[in-house]
């Protein structure tokens, strides 16, 4: 059974920075597009990166050089370091592949 389960979620102060760790289970990461969504209260869930099997990563504007996806495989683990945190980037984030997702853990920037 596919099964995903983010942590590394907190607290951080504006500037600050967190890793996001989405441990899988029941496939390999290394195989699968793997992608970290994100979702604040009263919005759509947005796409903020994704890795494709091939290892190519993609960002949306607001990650651009601030985030970073990767993965280990021998973890069979996907990560997101977040850089230079913002208020603005306060929100749930969750990890996903295809149609599972899983149950996202909470990032809140603020003094």
């Known amino acids: 059974q596919v099964h995903l389960v983010e942590s590394g979620g907190g607290l951080v102060q504006p500037g600050e920075s967190l890793r996001l760790s989405c441990a899988a289970s029941g496939f390999q990461v290394g195989i699968y597009v793997m992608s970290w969504y994100r979702q604040t209260p009263g919005k759509q869930r947005e796409l903020v990166a994704r890795?494709?099997?091939?290892?190519?990563?993609i960002y949306v504007d607001f990650a651009k050089g601030r985030f970073t996806i990767s993965r280990d495989n021998a973890k069979n683990t996907l990560y997101l370091d977040m850089n230079s945190l913002k208020p603005e980037d306060s929100a749930v984030y969750y990890c996903?592949?295809?149609?599972?997702w899983g149950q996202g853990t909470q990032v809140t920037v603020s003094k």
């Open positions: 890795i494709t099997d091939s290892g190519r990563t």
């Open positions: 996903n592949t295809g149609p599972t």
